[in-house]
């Protein structure tokens, strides 16, 4: 796949020089497009790998504001309300959570249609999983390999988890 042509936003956090250690990943919070995430995708470039969450036209009546944030992630890895264990792919975990959101459009179905666990073999990328769609949230867990930095960007309404290569 092709990269996103994502810029960074004016949350995005600035790119430390790359060392032996992994880059710190720096919590980022913010307001989402929308209400509805529909997919996620991802892609790999020359030098990055990235996971989109592709968001949709809002709900007629959104129950407040669409929050988004992107924390590290500790295991151990489970799925939301059932607690079941999950094996994430990747030396480091990120978790991607968004609040807010409405889980069916207004005539009751789902709004979210894609894979909810994509595991690839990209240089830094290895896997992205739903592990939360209830009340709610939508939440995933993405785990990566190597030292790359993670930035959060925005290409039109979709929101992208970038990852550096080592």
Same mark, same amino acid.
Request: proline content about 10%; some cysteine; charged content about 20%.
């Given at each position: 796949?092709? @990269? =996103?042509?994502?810029?960074?936003? @004016?949350t995005a956090a600035p790119t430390p020089t790359p060392s @032996? $250690?992994? +880059?710190? #990943?720096?919590?980022? $919070?913010?307001?989402?497009?929308?209400?509805?995430v529909v997919a996620v995708e991802v892609a790999t470039s020359p030098e990055a790998d990235f996971v989109t969450f592709v968001f949709e036209p809002g709900s007629l009546t959104p129950a407040g504001p669409p929050r988004g944030?992107?924390? #590290? @992630?500790?295991? =151990?890895?489970?799925?939301g309300p059932s607690g079941l264990p999950i094996d994430l792919a990747g030396d480091h975990a990120l978790q &991607? !959570?968004?609040?807010?959101?409405?889980?069916? /459009?207004? &005539?009751?179905?789902p709004t979210f249609t894609g894979d909810p666990d994509i595991t690839v073999d990209y240089p830094a990328l290895k896997q992205a999983i739903m592990y939360d769609e209830s009340e709610g949230i939508a939440a995933w867990y993405i785990g990566y390999d190597?030292?790359? +930095?993670? /930035?959060?960007? !925005?290409?039109g309404d979709d929101v992208v988890v970038s990852i550096a290569h080592p």
């Open positions: 796949s092709e @990269a =996103p042509s994502a810029t960074p936003s @004016a @032996a $250690e992994a +880059c710190a #990943v720096e919590p980022q $919070e913010g307001l989402l497009p929308t209400d509805r944030e992107l924390t #590290v @992630a500790e295991p =151990p890895f489970t799925f &991607v !959570r968004f609040s807010g959101m409405s889980l069916s /459009n207004d &005539v009751g179905e190597g030292t790359g +930095c993670v /930035n959060l960007l !925005r290409d």
